[in-house]
């Protein structure tokens, strides 16, 4: 059975490919998209991949998660370091869910180094790029099948 997985970014990810590209590359959010729709594929996971620069939607986002009881990967992004909202939603999600980060929190200043998210994920992946997708989607695919859903 194909589970369906949310992958949520938050604030300024639209603008991947073009801001900061020494941090951040430049591949765009929707060629990350299109890579992480090819691989869900090959791994019998369906994904709604979907970015939002507004904290309150993220926090909607998320508890439609809850509600509709699926696995999570979110790169927060701003959202990271101050969003009470957000870490309350996240932790409301049963599934697992996993944190990413395109850069190496941990090696930046420090205004970067501490998520709150970071507290409720199941796993963070960080520095890998945009390929912390694809390794996100990968252990993703492993948890669920772990941990699978009380109705399935």
């Not at 701003?78 to 599934?95: E, I, N």
Request: a negative charge.
């Amino acid at each position: 059975m194909t589970e369906l997985v949310y992958v949520l970014n938050g604030s300024n990810l639209n603008m991947l490919g073009k801001r900061e590209p020494h941090l951040y590359g430049t591949t765009t959010l929707a060629q990350v998209q299109q890579r992480v729709e090819t691989l869900a594929a090959t791994l019998d996971l369906k994904c709604d991949f979907r970015q939002t620069n507004s904290e309150a939607t993220m926090v909607d986002w998320l508890q439609e998660a809850f509600e509709r009881d699926v696995g999570v990967i979110i790169n927060p992004a701003g959202f990271s370091f101050a969003s009470v909202p957000v870490f309350d939603a996240v932790k409301l999600v049963r599934r697992p869910l996993i944190e990413l980060h395109i850069t190496n929190i941990h090696k930046r200043d420090e205004t970067y180094r501490h998520s709150l998210i970071s507290r409720a994920a199941m796993g963070v992946i960080c520095g890998l790029g945009v390929n912390g997708y694809l390794a996100a989607l990968y252990a993703m695919a492993l948890a669920l099948r772990e941990n699978p859903a009380l109705d399935s």
